[in-house]
């Protein structure tokens, strides 16, 4: 940041108090936000509505919010200015580090250079004010910070399981990764479920076994709040899977019924409606595990068929389920998976024999291309028919399961996942421990 030198200065405005030291850092603030403090202090800025177009012409005197979920902008300048004309850019999606803007200045300079060099900027949570000098130095920018994420207050819920016998009872995930007490449960008790996100900040449980297949629903308020069942719509089937997709949506896919393999999948609207079947694609198979990726993507993987296998399969953000692809890493069933950081995932732990001695914790990264890793050595105590979820907007966490393959071995623990993708060492458990549930977040 250029421009501000000398002791602290106050600045004060539209509801917002900000104090910056004399190298132009702010050392403390409240309001609005650091963006509209410049605004406001320049003068006042006329804000456009959002643009999401690969290309804008920018003009003096206006703010711009740069959505660059879906491509790069590039951003021409006028042609003239006068000393004092200002124009303000800002990250609206957070996505700049992924999509940046390039800034045209038009035969104009940008900072002492002339209009043949690149001018890029490529991080998420941007603000950029510039402000037009003379014809020597051109464009300067007065501000140039990557404004804090605001925390988030995005939580987790595990619900449903076997114990000795089917359960109905939930446990929240906080923000910050404490798993709460037992929440008395509601809705039809059954174990082999599946949950996902929908609507941005709401969750559902859906199909698993109730004394055989079952296609019930259960809706998740973004309180945290458990509804009672939703008539089943699509197969009824358990061993599912679910993710969610398209940035408020989800989808369960793929399960069984006795005998028989399914890859059909149901999708979930934004408003948590379950559709009719969906003619499935790629390999039917049960006990597999599905997440989100790239920021409104989704990828089911491993399972068995009867056998084992490692293959996965892609969700695009339309919903649109692709074949095969080979896999990756140690074929198992009983896994979990979850989204971590802001557009990547991770498959952990299963049963990759289905014996005693063949419970493990190894792990699986996934990029934001959908990409799978090769296995990652694992941590915390081996387990399978575990659950996962993400929570606090970037990390993850696995809990309960069993530690040995067809035995009354449940247990309560979790490993929480950083916004890196590195798994913690073991939790000691809360809540009622079983396994074969589900886990989805909320908020």
Avoid at 78 to 95: C, H, L, T, W
Wanted: aromatic share 8%; with cysteine.
């Amino acid at each position: 940041m250029s421009g501000i030198v000398g002791s602290n200065l106050n600045i004060k405005g539209s509801g917002l108090v900000a104090t910056l030291g004399t190298d132009g850092q702010v050392l403390t603030s409240s309001g609005a936000g650091v963006a509209a403090a410049f605004a406001d202090i320049a003068g006042g800025l006329t804000w456009q509505s959002v643009v999401t177009g690969s290309t804008l012409t920018a003009v003096a005197g206006n703010g711009y919010w740069i959505d660059t979920t879906s491509n790069a902008c590039t951003i021409t300048l006028p042609a003239s200015a006068s000393n004092g004309d200002e124009i303000m850019f800002v990250d609206y999606a957070r996505n700049w580090g992924t999509n940046g803007i390039v800034i045209d200045s038009n035969g104009l300079n940008y900072q002492g250079d002339d209009d043949t060099f690149d001018v890029e900027y490529e991080t998420d949570g941007q603000a950029l004010h510039i402000v037009y000098s003379d014809a020597t130095k051109g464009w300067i920018p007065t501000l140039d910070k990557t404004v804090a994420d605001a925390p988030s207050t995005t939580q987790g819920l595990f619900g449903f399981g076997l114990t000795a016998t089917v359960q109905n009872i939930t446990n929240i995930v906080s923000a910050v990764g404490v798993v709460s007490t037992d929440v008395a449960g509601v809705g039809s008790a059954r174990s082999s479920l599946a949950a996902c996100e929908y609507g941005g900040d709401k969750g559902i449980f859906g199909f698993g076994d109730v004394s055989g297949a079952s296609n019930l629903s259960n809706k998740v308020s973004n309180a945290g709040v458990v509804a009672t069942d939703t008539s089943g719509v699509g197969t009824a089937r358990y061993a599912v899977a679910a993710c969610s997709y398209g940035g408020d949506k989800g989808i369960f896919g793929w399960g069984r019924t006795p005998g028989t393999n399914y890859s059909t999948t149901n999708l979930v609207s934004s408003a948590g409606a379950v559709a009719t079947d969906t003619t499935g694609v790629g390999t039917g198979r049960h006990y597999l595990a599905g997440t989100e990726y790239g920021g409104d993507k989704g990828i089911f993987g491993y399972g068995t068929t009867g056998s084992l296998v490692s293959i996965t399969n892609l969700v695009s953000n339309s919903g649109v389920v692709a074949t095969d692809t080979s896999g990756v890493g140690t074929a198992r069933k009983y896994l979990a998976a979850c989204r971590y950081g802001t557009d990547t995932a991770i498959f952990g732990y299963g049963d990759s024999a289905a014996g005693s001695g063949s419970i493990v914790s190894m792990t699986n990264l996934v990029n934001s291309s959908g990409v799978v890793a090769t296995d990652v050595t694992g941590v915390g105590t081996a387990r399978s028919e575990l659950a996962a979820c993400e929570y606090g907007g970037d990390k993850g966490i696995f809990a309960y399961g069993r530690t040995v393959a067809n035995t009354a071995s449940q247990v309560s623990m979790s490993n929480l996942v950083s916004n890196t993708g590195v798994v913690g060492t073991d939790v000691t458990g809360v809540g009622t421990a079983r396994y074969n549930l589900a886990a989805c977040s909320f908020g």
